[in-house]
Structure formats: structure tokens, C-alpha cells
């Protein structure tokens, strides 16, 4: 039938999204015991565990979709680098606290507007799952935020810190407001968002907080894509390695 979509599409959009937040959460748990003060160290693996959180719920949703009888374990930890399909932007090293704030907040202003747009799918688990996670990235999101502008608006050397932070990453922005056939898909089904949709709104909140952090837009343009498609930088294939290396060298344990 034209137009027809496969159940595929609709398993690799819920997919991909668990990816996002199941890499995130890997970033922020290496965090735990080396924050820069108490406060920060627990913020930042609560954080860490929010994602984790949503990373699960869409990976048992994406088992589901799938039909093939794969658990939200399975599909964590028996999978390649080459098959997950998150953001770039999410796996990058920390850094020093500066560019992990800087990671933080670019990415947790697009999941606003991303949990917002989803909270309406016509999907109603995954709509059940934006509509908490959306809560939660209003917390993420004021946290990151405090911090770009602490930090911009701190000393010589805070400022200089978050700005190589966000001068970093910046290129790898791109990727959020980027379509493929799968987006698409998505949009003509009432399941997903147009990923372009959430960028005029993104950029004008990022703005507005690079401008009160007294820092720069990044000159560098927004270009560098590949994530979605499973080709990753170099830094994917360490992070899944320390996070799969239980479970593939005694499979199927249980705690």
C-alpha cells in the first residue's frame, strides 16, 4: 500500500531516543565521586539516573514495538556500536565540569521542546513517557543553565572554560534538528516531530542564555551529523565497551 510505514521505523524512533538518554546517563554516572563539590556530585548522578530512567522505559517500549522477544537489557547491552543510533553530541567525554555543563545544557534544551512536542503522539506510551520526562528536563535544564551562567559570568578562567565547552561541542548541535526517513515517517504518522521544528525555539533560548552568561555563539557552523545512522565518533565504542562488560562476559546474570 503507498505510504504504508513499517513497524521498523516506529521501533528505531523509540530506539534512538533510549539511545540519547542510555549514553547520557553513562556520561553523567562517570561523574560519581568527582564532582567539584557534594552538591554537585549527587545533582549530577541524579540527573544521571533520570536518564537512565527514560532510557529504560523507551528500550522495554522498543522491545515491545519490536516484537522479537528483546528485553530493555538486551537491547542495552547485546547490541554494536554500529547499532545505536544516538545523538553525537551525548557521547563526547565530559571534559572538565565546564563541558559537561556545556553538553548538559545544549542538550537538555532540545529535550524540552523534544518531550514537549512527543508528549502529544499518537503513540500513547511513548506520550506517557515525554509527558514525565518532560518534567524532569525542566530540572535538568535549570541546573545546566545555572551553571553556563555561573560559570560565563564567574572568573577569567570559569568563562574561559564554558566558552572552550561550548566552542566544542557547538558543531555537533546540528544533528538534533536533522530529518531522516525514519523522522519522517514518524511525522506523517502522528507518532513523531519534525526534528526542524524544535530548532528556531532551541536557538532562541540558547541565545538568550549565552547572551546572560555574558559568552559568544560559537563561530564554528552546526554541521557535523552521522549518530543517527550508527556512525559514531571514536568515543562511542569505549563508553559501550566499560557499560556492556558485564553482562557480555557472564550473560544473563542477575543480581
Known amino acids: 500500500m503507498a505510504g504504508a510505514v513499517s513497524d521498523d521505523e516506529h521501533f528505531r524512533y523509540v530506539l534512538r531516543h533510549a539511545d540519547d538518554n542510555l549514553v547520557i546517563a553513562q556520561r553523567y554516572g562517570e561523574w560519581i565521586s568527582r564532582g567539584p563539590e557534594l552538591e554537585e556530585d549527587i545533582a549530577l548522578a541524579n540527573i544521571g539516573l533520570d536518564h537512565l530512567g527514560q532510557a529504560r522505559s523507551l528500550l522495554t517500549h522498543a522491545g515491545e514495538l519490536e516484537g522479537a522477544g528483546r528485553t530493555e537489557d538486551d537491547l542495552a547491552m547485546f547490541r554494536t556500536e554500529r547499532e545505536f543510533e544516538n545523538l553525537t553530541?551525548?557521547?563526547?567525554?565530559n571534559g572538565d565540569f565546564a563541558a559537561t555543563v556545556a553538553r548538559g545544557f545544549?542538550?537538555?534544551?532540545?529535550?524540552?521542546g523534544l518531550w514537549e512536542?512527543?508528549?502529544?503522539?499518537a503513540d500513547p506510551t511513548l506520550a506517557g513517557i515525554a509527558r514525565k520526562a518532560h518534567k524532569e528536563a525542566r530540572y535538568h535544564h535549570r541546573h545546566s543553565t545555572r551553571w553556563v551562567i555561573r560559570l560565563g559570568d564567574g572568573t577569567e578562567e570559569s568563562?574561559?572554560?564554558?566558552q572552550a565547552g561550548l566552542d566544542r561541542l557547538w558543531p555537533l548541535t546540528a544533528e538534533m534538528f536533522t530529518s531522516d526517513h525514519v523522522d519522517q515517517a514518524m511525522v506523517e504518522r502522528g507518532i513523531g516531530v519534525d526534528?526542524?521544528?524544535l530548532h528556531l525555539e532551541w536557538s532562541q533560548a540558547v541565545e538568550d542564555v549565552i547572551d546572560e552568561a555574558t559568552l559568544e555563539i560559537p563561530t564554528e557552523p552546526a554541521s557535523q551529523t552521522g549518530g543517527r545512522s550508527g556512525r559514531h565518533s571514536e568515543h562511542l565504542g569505549h563508553l559501550v565497551a566499560e557499560m556492556q562488560w558485564l553482562q557480555r562476559s557472564m550473560p544473563g546474570l542477575r543480581w
Open 195 to 197: 526534528p526542524s521544528s
Open 117 to 121: 512536542a512527543l508528549s502529544s503522539s
Open 89 to 93: 553530541l551525548v557521547e563526547q567525554p
Open 159 to 162: 568563562r574561559r572554560r564554558m
Open 106 to 112: 545544549l542538550f537538555d534544551t532540545y529535550q524540552l
